[in-house]
Structure formats: C-alpha cells, structure tokens
C-alpha cells in the first residue's frame, strides 16, 4: 500500500486521492515528492558516496532542476533546518563523515533525518525499526513522535511493543482489506482482530 | 573544545584538498613542460593521449560518478573525430571534391559535408553532434528505465551500428580506410614541427578547461545528485530528484567531451577510420578509468595519459605482449586496487594524514587537558 501511495507501484484499479484534489497514480515518484510525500524503505538507503551533510543537503534542497543543483546554493533557512535535524537525530557530530561509518540504526536515522528536511506534509514508513535494539527502537520512537506533531505518520511494523507503545491509531489490514481501526487497546479486544492473527495459532494447537 | 577540534577537522579536509590539488597542478605543470624535452614525435604522441585524457574525463564523469557504464564511447569520439576531418579533408582538397569521393564515383559534394567548410562550424558541430545523439539515446534509455547491463550492451549495439554505417557508405564516409591525407589545419601545414607543438598546446589548453569543467560539476550539488543515483537510485527519485533528466544531461556531458576529444585527435594523428569507433577501442576507454581510479578526476586524466604512454612503450618493444600487458594490468587493478591508482594514492594519503592528524590531535588534547586544570592527567 506504502508503494502504491508514493508512485512506486501502479495499482491495477482505483484512485488515490491527496487533500481531495490529485490523484496521486498518475503522478511520477518525484511529482508525488513535490506534493508532500515522503517514503522510507525498510531497508536503508543512504547515499554512501556523500558526506552525511551533504546526505541532507540533496534532501533539503526545494528546487531540484538540473539548473539550480548547479549554479545555485542553500537558503540560510534551510541549512539551519539541517542543522536543527541533524542535532535531532543526534548525527551532528558526524556530519562530515560518510553514512559507511555509521551503525544501521544511525542510518535509519540519517534517513528519517532526510525525509524530514524535506518537510513533507506525510511521511510513509516501512518497518523503521525492524533489524534495531530496544534501545534503538526507543529512540526512533521518540523521534517519530515527535515528528508526528508537525506531520501525519504512518508506519508499517510487526514490532507489537513498538505499535502499542508509540501509535497513536492502529489500523489492521488482512488480505488487503480493512479489518479494524482504533487504539491499540479497542484493536486487541477486537474477536475479528483475535481470529485472523491468534486464533489460527489456536485453533492448531487444539 | 568542540572548536578545537572542528578546526582541526577542517584542517585536516583543506590538507587533502591540498594534496590532490598540487597533483594534478604538478602533472599539468609536467605536460606543460615535455615538449621541451621531448622528441617532435613523442610529443605528437603525447598530445593524442591529451586529447584521450578530456575523452577519459567524460567517461568518468557517466561510470565514476553516475554509475552508468558505457560501452560504446567510441562512437562519440568517432563522431566528433569525423566533424573535424571533413574540414580537414575540405581544405586539402582546395574546394574540389576530397580524392575518395570520385575514386567512390561520386559526383557532387553531399549536403552534410557543406557546412565543414567552415573551420568553427565544424568545430562547434563536433561537440554537438555526439551530445546531440547522445540526448537521443539518452533520453529513450533512461525513462523507460533501462540501466546497468542492459545500458551498456545497448552501447555495445550502437558501437557495432555505427561501425557498419560508416564501413558501408563509402561514398560519403570514406569506408574502412576513413578521412586522411589532410595537408593544412587553418592554413597552416600539419606536418610542420611549430604546428604540431601548438597543436599538443591547444590540446593541452581543451584538457585544463574541461578538467575544471568537470571539477565545477562534481563539486556542485548536481555533482552530489550524480553520485546519489549511483549509491542508490530509488532514494533520489524519493528525494525528489528525476533521474532520467539527470542522466540524460551527463551523458550529453560525456559525448560532448568524447567528441571534443575526437576533433583534437584528428588534427594530431591525421587520420580516422570506423576501427577507432568500434568496441574494442570503446572498452580500452573504459580501462584507462578503471586503472587510473573512477570517481575522482585526476584519477581519470593519468589513467588515460600512464596506460598509453604503457601502450606505446610496450608495443614498440614487444609487438604482440600488449593485449595480454593491458589484460593482465586491468586484472591486477581491479582484484588489487578497485579504485585505480588514484584510490591507492588516497590510501597512502590517508595513512599519512592520520598519523599527522593523531599527532595533532593528542597535542590539541594535551593543551585542553592543561587549560582545565587537569595536570595529573597530563603528567
């Protein structure tokens, strides 16, 4: 679903629509960006050839014509909004270094850190803390919620302790179809809830 | 102390800045010099691998930075080559119709060939038309998204094409013998020793101006966008940059350049045949980058210049060892040093920096230690 929103994937049928307006399958990945959509993948992906900074230089830039990456240098603002994330995200110190030195929890990081100097009006995350230790797992919790006090987010995760302690509304999906919405605690009493993802481990047992 | 340190830091950056600015100041130097001390031919020879070099730019700037590997670059040196020898066959032939196009039976001289009477048209069009097919192919590639092999097996394609177009049409072309018996370059006759050192200067001049072109390129933040595609294209189409219009545009960089360079060959080698377009010559390009180091400039211009001052030496002592010489030689790169002889400059650099810097550092440390106060630690 992550995919189809950000343009990744085309839906076989249907519409996407974003703040009533566009239709957001018939857009190009970089159209969609432009909006106000921003996409991590699971897996991350930094830029190793670049220094950290300029990791999110490339992120923060609004203009993105072959015209301005050439002849044209950052607003004041903007490298002030690097400088407030990359403090943020607690990879300030390492700025001028490469992401190959950093650990796979600071790349995911780096990588929340560059989706959010793009400022999106929506970020879109997939498993961000798949592969991290709980205290890593914290952290971007933390980070994520604060995040979502400027931007909506929407995070797909296994991670049950991580849902229930950092979200905010679960949605259950089950075959591609929705089967419940609310908070954490409403979605665990939900019998359908219990069916689809204990109840065949139940029912196997007996 | 966060001061401190972070001018060290920036110290330490403006040091290897430094180093790899006095290199490639020093080589240029060195080239600026060998006509003195060379030989009329070595120095002809020199100023071919000149020109190789601005076409070893090129190459570097697609493979190195952008990541895209293009097999088929003799095309565009090819291409500008030719631009430059139809001027040259025109003056030789004194506004008659150049010698093999009435041994070919033909009559008239070909509407392509009017406009390269005129010296700066021809010049101008040797660039731009190699940029020009380079937008074509670009462009249809890289939005319908085809990359890696795939790119690079379609160069090989347009490589073998343009072999046979130019083989084929003799009449206009001059088949597998090329353009050559040129006599003069603007009035000036080739063969004599003052055109041929002005020549390897001018090549030497083209060489400067498009090593700081590219400079100007990959330091900017476009430059950044390039190696951002290479590291991970979905990332910068999600960080909203459209790769297609990026590669596209340094992929006409690349052709221009090669065709640049072909239009300097030319005049110093005196002739071009289709051989020069063909695979072969197309992938030696491409290991003159990989030996000299992809990814950084100056690893671009001496791969070119070292591996055929190689090439010559080689081959004028033993004939038949340098296909197995330059086979055995890209072996050896790749397994040993991935990132040619410029990546193992930066190595010893880098070992060297860091000794000095740990000697920078401890006494950095030393002297805060004292200002806080904390003798016992020092002592």
Request: charged share 20%; net charge positive; aromatic share 12%.
């Amino acid at each position: 679903m992550l995919d189809a929103i950000c343009g990744r994937v085309k839906p076989a049928e249907g519409k996407i629509i974003f703040k009533g307006i566009k239709d957001v399958t018939e857009m190009s990945e970089h159209q969609i960006v432009e909006l106000g959509i921003g996409r991590k993948f699971q897996v991350p992906s930094v830029f190793m050839g670049i220094t950290i900074y300029e990791n999110m230089e490339l992120a923060a830039a609004r203009k993105r014509s072959l015209y301005s990456t050439l002849f044209t240098k950052l607003s004041k603002e903007q490298m002030e909004r690097i400088q407030d994330v990359l403090q943020k995200i607690g990879l300030y110190e390492k700025r001028y270094r490469t992401p190959a030195a950093l650990s796979h929890g600071e790349k995911q990081w780096l990588e929340i850190g560059m989706l959010l100097v793009q400022q999106p009006e929506i970020m879109l995350l997939d498993e961000p803390v798949a592969g991290m230790g709980r205290k890593e797992t914290d952290k971007t919790g933390r980070l994520l919620k604060e995040i979502s006090e400027k931007c909506s987010v929407i995070v797909v995760e296994h991670d049950m302790e991580f849902v229930r302690e950092y979200a905010d509304k679960v949605t259950v999906l089950h075959e591609g179809r929705l089967l419940d919405e609310g908070n954490m605690h409403e979605i665990q009493e939900n019998p359908k809830v219990m069916e689809v993802y204990l109840g065949r481990g139940g029912e196997g047992c007996d | 102390m966060e001061r401190n340190l972070h001018y060290l830091k920036g110290s330490f950056l403006k040091d290897r800045l430094f180093a790899n600015n006095f290199i490639i100041t020093l080589l240029f130097v060195l080239l600026a010099l060998a006509p003195l001390f060379l030989s009329d031919f070595r120095t002809n020879l020199l100023g071919k691998f000149i020109a190789y070099a601005i076409l070893a730019l090129g190459i570097d700037l697609i493979w190195g930075y952008t990541g895209i590997l293009s097999l088929g670059h003799g095309v565009y040196f090819g291409l500008g080559a030719y631009c430059m020898a139809m001027y040259l066959k025109l003056e030789a032939s004194n506004g008659k119709l150049p010698d093999f196009m009435s041994w070919s039976g033909q009559k008239v001289l070909p509407w392509f060939w009017k406009p390269f009477v005129y010296a700066p048209v021809a010049i101008i069009l040797s660039v731009l038309v190699p940029a020009i097919l380079a937008l074509i192919i670009g462009y249809l590639t890289f939005k319908n998204r085809i990359k890696g092999v795939y790119f690079s097996i379609l160069t090989q394609a347009l490589s073998i094409i343009f072999v046979v177009l130019f083989v084929g049409q003799q009449a206009y072309t001059g088949g597998t013998n090329g353009i050559t018996n040129f006599k003069t370059i603007f009035g000036f006759p080739l063969s004599s020793s003052s055109t041929k050192v002005t020549l390897y200067y001018v090549a030497l001049g083209f060489l400067i101006l498009a090593f700081l072109f590219c400079r100007w390129i990959v330091q900017s933040r476009f430059g950044k966008v390039l190696i951002a595609i290479r590291d991970s294209e979905n990332r910068a189409r999600f960080s909203g940059y459209n790769p297609a219009i990026y590669k596209t545009f340094v992929y006409c960089i690349s052709a221009g350049l090669a065709g640049l360079a072909g239009a300097l060959f030319v005049p110093q080698v005196g002739i071009i045949s289709p051989a020069e377009m063909g695979i072969v010559p197309s992938v030696e390009m491409v290991i003159w980058v990989a030996i000299g180091g992809r990814g950084t400039l100056v690893g671009a211009v001496i791969g070119a210049i070292l591996v055929n001052s190689l090439k010559s030496m080689v081959s004028e002592g033993f004939p038949a060892a340098w296909s197995y010489f330059i086979g055995i030689s890209f072996v050896a790169v790749v397994i040993f040093m991935p990132y040619g002889l410029a990546g193992l400059l930066n190595q010893i650099k880098r070992k060297i920096y860091t000794q000095k810097s740990v000697k920078q550092y401890s006494s950095a440390a030393l002297n805060i230690l004292e200002e806080s106060g904390c003798d016992e630690y020092v002592g």
